[in-house]
């Protein structure tokens, strides 16, 4: 099937008003009789229960944290992108769009780049009157910083915890609609599966956390803002119940899943420390600008960092990439770090490291100076591992970080499934194979505020509200066959924890299916994923039982629906022949080593059809028409 | 002012009105009793009862101020056990001290003390064979520093006294710098200072109380 | 390295809840808290036995999910730090070491660990925002604010509600998590219009949720991940009493009204 994207025609510029303006509305009045499920509380569930519940829409609120605070946006650290151009630099809308498509290797729609571009702005505007508070200069205006390679200073910043500011605002303006009692919130409820009625979704079924309840609610319209999967390598920098449950289980009712090979893998991360290693944690990329990444010529020297001469060093990134030199971007840096490891010139413990040496840069500008630029940072550092990095060089390593795939969306956010809407990092749209830093958090605001409050009236406004309820009998058989399958996993008492299985597909994902892939690698991976799947179906031990708080079961459920996952991210890499953005084919590379792109063949957005357990799952190709940009190679050489 | 009184947060203003009030009083009647010192004690409390008038409005104020504080600091406390049920099986305190986990206890202590102290010296029903309203000194007033050289001769009287003052101050150890911060008088600055300037104080006036009494004992003052 | 722990274990509110002894072997300096009890729950999982539940989530001391009182501190002795955050590194061979939840009469117990702090959410949500809609605001830049008062406003923000400040007190007050909030806030322009009913709103809903009162213990200071500072207590305070005869009104904007068809 060729998708369609439900782009409006017309001028790039003009595209966002020309759709809002045919778009229908509903009445005030009218509204409270519509009922919208918001699956999350991240930046996209936040933002768009607040806009949608201030309308007047009765919405129902559901995270599996004890509080929406908690959703994984709270630990963003950078900043977020917006084409201000305060610092007249020469930024602008057109800029920023063009630097997120190029960034995303020519691999995102244009028309919704171009719109994200466009909201950046309110977004900033709207976060100001919540009380978020940015940096600022002297006068008193917002300061900007620049950020992952961008030649323009258009990120905003809080700190180092502008995820965190951006969710509380979020939360804040939620809070108050939870109070005003137009959302009802429901934490510690995982949502379990979505409900289809006659190709329209209706409703949700969850799991409470607490008393093992089963229950469904049902609704006039889904917003699925669940987050991103890329906990299925087992280790991230994503919170540990991040997961791929809920988009996946919309995928099994028919939803397309879009571009699931597109992972995101980030260059500067505390290296794993030993087996008992349950999470990677993020060090901000800013390190980059004053340290020198670099490994020993020799493999195997495991001499004290400090004794291995200036020679018998290999400034790999500076040699590489002398335009970029330590600040290439995220893939090329992870994918270079892991060259040297696989090499066997990896440091640390089971050579899994690369050092970041700040040496030159203290003896250059003082240890006073980088105390203050990163005093943190270096804290952090510290306190995990131990080491004084002003003494001795850090060491990272590359971890997943970011899932730029997701369920499929038109324009409109919404799914191939009538009704189901799919908000922030859950869905597919915007960063192509590839996202920029600052552009997540720009874009989960951006579809919660300001996209969403408008596509969700047009869909409502041609329907009645409240036609089905909980007690239809596809709700029951979800309900019935959810509870069939939680008995199934306890039935199965084996002899091994989930985390043995979920660390083992974890490491199949990481050695065969992460970075770099070949075609023998992810044949590797689709041969052994099935077993471990199989295995865990045989072998798996969770104690308890379902009708209280079990932690084991959260997990089992989580790591089932990654056990099928992993396999469909590698059978969209292993077709996908081509080198683009994060996704990197050794096969498919210029002499250089540089990714080789095919556009001729794969400039579409691959979307994946369920059908049916244990059958190949059918794929169905968008095409990405580029009116407005040229294509060309993406070099940071 | 009905949600203030209604309001914990409002009380806890009251408390810290009310205490500032009375370590007003406190050091005023500090300042007074060193009369003791210069030997004009008896003319000093001659002249506080010269117009009983304003010396029983003065009474009534600082009585109220005194009902006020102890009750809203009683409800407080309740109020406070009940939000704190269970304890852990090791406590480990890192800023609190002894004196702030236990007001309620100083503050009950001193409030004994007051009774006992309000009998003994203002009402005189408490060993009246030397009390200032039975004697007379040379000029014909009452003589409380007989009254009090009589009594803080017996190691019993001193004894309470002191146990009163070191409850005393350990209240207001916490007491005085707390007070500034439920009043919103610090910042950041300011509060490391207030707080080691309230303890001062507290010492301070342990020591100004502390003296009578023990110099009258061991005998450095006397008749 | 090797630990003897004694963890909480309750099975939920209605239970009375026990101290369990528990041998933790091979210990590894380098892991986290939470991942020495993963090991120890590994071990119980493949023994058929019931694992210790706990909270957490991010990992990072971020999100303020974990939260777990050790040797009598919340988030263990690691001055500034989440449990999360906090390594084996601090502690030694052979140490006996106590784990129980947070305990206050507002936080009921869940399982084990794990306890109920949603009525820090309902403490926000009486008031802790400011009531703007989704769009038609002005330019991000035409509100200017001091570079002084950001920073404070966002010292004050850092806080990640996790509750330990409560749990420490021993009023059970959660005081510094609403002076943070209403000193962030309060700080800002934008915050000001309705600094009022905010302090007002938020300080009683403390009370009806069951916390203490403050009388500055300053216990949750020294135990706050964020180092939130006293001050903002005293700032809560000044807020407080400035709001004196203000008269509640309610927030009828923050839903649209039924609209009534005139004519
Ligand atoms: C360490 C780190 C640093 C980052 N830094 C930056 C940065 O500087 N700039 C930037 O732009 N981006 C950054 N990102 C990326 C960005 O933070 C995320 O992409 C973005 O916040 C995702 O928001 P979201 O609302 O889509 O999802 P999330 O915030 O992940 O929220 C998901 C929500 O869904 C709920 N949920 C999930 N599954 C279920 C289920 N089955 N049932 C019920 N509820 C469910 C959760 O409870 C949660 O509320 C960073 C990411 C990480 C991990
Ligand atoms: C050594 C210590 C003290 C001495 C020698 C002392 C002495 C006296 C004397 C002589 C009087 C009677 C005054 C009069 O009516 O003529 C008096 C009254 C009083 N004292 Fe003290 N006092 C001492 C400590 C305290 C303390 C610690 C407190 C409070 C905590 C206190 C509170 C009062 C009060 C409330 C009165 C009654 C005032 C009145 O008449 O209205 N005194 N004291
Ligand atoms: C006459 C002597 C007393 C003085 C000078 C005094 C002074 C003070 C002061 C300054 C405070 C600090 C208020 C704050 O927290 O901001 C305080 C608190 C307190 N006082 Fe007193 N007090 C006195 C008597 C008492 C008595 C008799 C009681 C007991 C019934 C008492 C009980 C308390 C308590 C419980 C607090 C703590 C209040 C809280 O938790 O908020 N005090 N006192
Ligand atoms: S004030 Fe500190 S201890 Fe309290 S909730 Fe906030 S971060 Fe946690
Ligand atoms: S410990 Fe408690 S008493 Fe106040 S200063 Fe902190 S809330
Ligand atoms: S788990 Fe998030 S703060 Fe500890």
């Known amino acids: 099937m060729i998708l369609d994207g439900k782009c409006p025609s017309g001028p790039l510029s003009e595209k966002w008003d020309k759709r809002r303006s045919e778009m229908r509305l509903i009445n005030p009045s009218n509204k409270r009789r519509y009922k919208i499920i918001v699956v999350g509380t991240g930046l996209a569930g936040a933002s768009a229960a607040a806009s949608l519940g201030e309308l007047g829409y009765n919405v129902e609120a559901f995270c599996y944290q004890d509080s929406p605070r908690r959703a994984h946006s709270i630990a963003a650290q950078g900043g977020i992108n917006a084409a201000k151009n305060y610092p007249n630099d020469g930024d602008g809308i057109y800029r920023l769009f063009y630097d997120t498509i190029k960034g995303g290797d020519f691999r995102s729609r244009e028309a919704n780049v171009y719109r994200l571009a466009q909201v950046s702005n309110n977004i900033i505007d709207q976060c100001v009157a919540q009380g978020v508070p940015f940096a600022r200069d002297y006068a008193g205006y917002l300061d900007n910083r620049s950020f992952g390679g961008a030649q323009v200073s258009r990120t905003f910043y809080a700190k180092g915890q502008t995820g965190q500011q951006l969710l509380l605002g979020a939360y804040s303006a939620l809070s108050r609609q939870i109070n005003a009692g137009s959302v009802r919130l429901h934490t510690r409820t995982e949502m379990l599966d979505l409900v289809v009625i006659e190709g329209e979704a209706r409703g949700i079924t969850v799991r409470d956390m607490i008393t093992g309840e089963i229950r469904s609610y049902a609704a006039d319209a889904v917003c699925l803002c669940s987050g991103g999967y890329i906990n299925v390598f087992c280790l991230s920098t994503n919170g540990m119940g991040s997961n791929v449950t809920a988009a996946y289980r919309a995928y099994k009712k028919g939803a397309f899943l879009a571009n699931p090979c597109f992972t995101q893998i980030h260059p500067t991360c505390i290296p794993v420390s030993g087996d008992h290693q349950s999470k990677l944690t993020l060090m901000s990329e800013s390190l980059r600008n004053d340290g020198r990444v670099w490994v020993p010529k020799k493999t195997g020297d495991n001499r004290s960092p400090r004794e291995i001469p200036e020679e018998e060093r290999d400034y790999y990134l500076e040699r590489k990439y002398p335009g970029f030199g330590n600040l290439a971007p995220r893939d090329i840096s992870s994918r270079a770090a892991k060259e040297v490891c696989d090499e066997g010139r990896g440091v640390g413990p089971g050579g899994r490291g690369v050092y970041l040496d700040f040496a030159g840069a203290i003896a250059r500008i003082g240890e006073s100076v980088i105390r203050q630029r990163y005093g943190n940072l270096f804290d952090m550092y510290e306190r995990i591992t131990g080491e004084n990095a002003y003494r001795q060089p850090m060491r990272i390593y590359p971890a997943p970080h970011y899932a730029m795939g997701g369920l499929w969306v038109d324009y409109n956010l919404e799914s191939n499934i009538r009704g189901l809407f799919v908000l922030g990092e859950a869905n597919f749209s915007d960063h192509g194979a590839n996202r920029l830093g600052a552009s997540a958090l720009m874009q989960g605001l951006g579809d919660g505020y300001f996209i969403i409050p408008y596509t969700i009236a047009d869909y409502l406004a041609q329907r009645t509200p409240g036609t089905v309820t909980s007690e239809h009998p596809e709700f029951r058989r979800s309900r019935d066959e959810r509870a069939v399958e939680i008995k199934r996993l306890f039935s199965i008492n084996g002899r091994k924890s989930v985390n043995d299985f979920y660390r083992e597909l974890g490491g199949v994902m990481w050695d065969y299916a992460g970075l770099p892939r070949s075609e023998e690698s992810l044949k590797k991976a689709l041969e052994l994923i099935p077993r471990i799947r199989a295995e865990f179906w045989e072998n798996v031990k969770i104690p308890g039982s379902g009708s209280e708080l079990n932690q084991e079961l959260e997990k089992a459920g989580r790591v089932a629906d990654f056990l099928e996952f992993g396999e469909l991210i590698t059978l969209d890499a292993l077709h996908r022949n081509e080198s683009c953005g994060s996704h990197f084919r050794v096969e498919y590379q210029m002499p250089d080593g540089e990714a080789r792109r095919d556009d001729e063949n794969f400039c579409y957005v691959g979307a994946w059809q369920y059908m049916g357990a244990d059958k190949m799952p059918e794929l169905h190709k968008e095409p990405l028409d580029f009116e407005n940009i040229q294509l060309s190679v993406r070099s940071y050489k | ?223 | 390295m090797n630990l003897t722990l004694f963890v909480w274990r309750q099975k939920g509110p209605e239970d009375t809840g026990r101290l369990e002894r528990y041998e933790a072997g091979d210990i590894s300096t380098g892991m986290s808290f939470l991942e020495m009890l993963d090991v120890v729950n590994d071990k119980l999982i493949k023994n058929g036995e019931e694992p210790i539940a706990f909270d957490h989530d991010c990992r990072e001391g971020i999100c303020g999910t974990c939260s777990q009182v050790i040797n009598g501190v919340p988030h263990g002795p690691e001055g500034k730090t989440t449990v999360c955050q906090l390594h084996m590194r601090n502690f030694s061979d052979g140490d006996t070491i106590y784990i129980e939840p947070l305990k206050s009469k507002a936080f009921p117990v869940i399982s084990d660990l794990i306890v109920d702090r949603s009525a820090l959410d309902r403490i926000i949500q009486a008031g802790g925002y400011i009531s703007v809609h989704t769009g038609g605001v002005p330019d991000a830049n035409t509100i200017l604010v001091a570079k002084h008062d950001a920073d404070t406003a966002m010292d004050a923000a850092e806080c990640i509600g996790c509750g330990a400040c409560v749990a420490a007190c021993p009023n059970g007050s959660a005081m510094l998590f609403l002076a943070a909030r209403v000193s962030h806030l309060a700080m800002l322009p934008q915050g000001r219009v309705e600094a009022k009913r905010r302090v007002r709103s938020m300080i009683s809903a403390m009370s009806k949720e069951g916390f203490g009162n403050c009388s500055n213990h300053y216990e949750c200071h020294a135990v706050c991940p964020k180092g939130i500072k006293l001050s903002f207590i005293a700032k809560l305070n000044r807020e407080f009493i400035k709001a004196f005869g203000y008269v509640a009104e309610k927030d009828s904007a923050a839903r649209p009204a039924d609209v009534s068809i005139a004519d």
């Open chain 2, 1 to 223: 002012m009905k949600s203030l009184i209604k309001n914990a947060a409002g009380r806890k203003i009251f408390m810290a009105v009310t205490g500032q009030l009375m370590v007003l009083f406190i050091i005023i009647h500090v300042i007074g009793n060193s009369t003791i010192y210069f030997g004009v004690l008896n003319s000093y409390a001659d002249h506080l009862h010269a117009v009983p008038f304003l010396l029983w409005v003065f009474r009534l104020v600082m009585l109220t101020v005194f009902l006020i504080h102890v009750l809203f600091g009683i409800l407080l406390t309740l109020d406070n056990c009940s939000a704190r049920p269970g304890s852990y099986a090791v406590r480990a305190y890192r800023q609190s001290t002894f004196a702030s986990r236990n007001m309620i206890w100083t503050g009950l202590l001193i409030c004994l003390f007051l009774f006992y102290h309000l009998l003994h010296f203002t009402f005189q029903i408490i060993r009246p064979e030397v009390s200032a309203g039975v004697n007379s000194d040379a000029m014909g007033r009452p003589d409380v520093f007989n009254m009090l050289v009589m009594n803080f001769q017996h190691f019993s009287v001193t004894l309470i006294y002191i146990l009163a003052i070191v409850a005393l101050v350990l209240h207001l150890s916490h007491g005085i710098q707390s007070s500034f911060q439920t009043l919103g008088l610090n910042n950041e600055r300011t509060l490391p200072v207030i707080t080691k300037g309230g303890s001062i104080v507290a010492y301070v006036l342990f020591f100004g109380y502390i003296a009578i009494p023990v110099m009258i004992f061991i005998g450095i003052l006397h008749g």
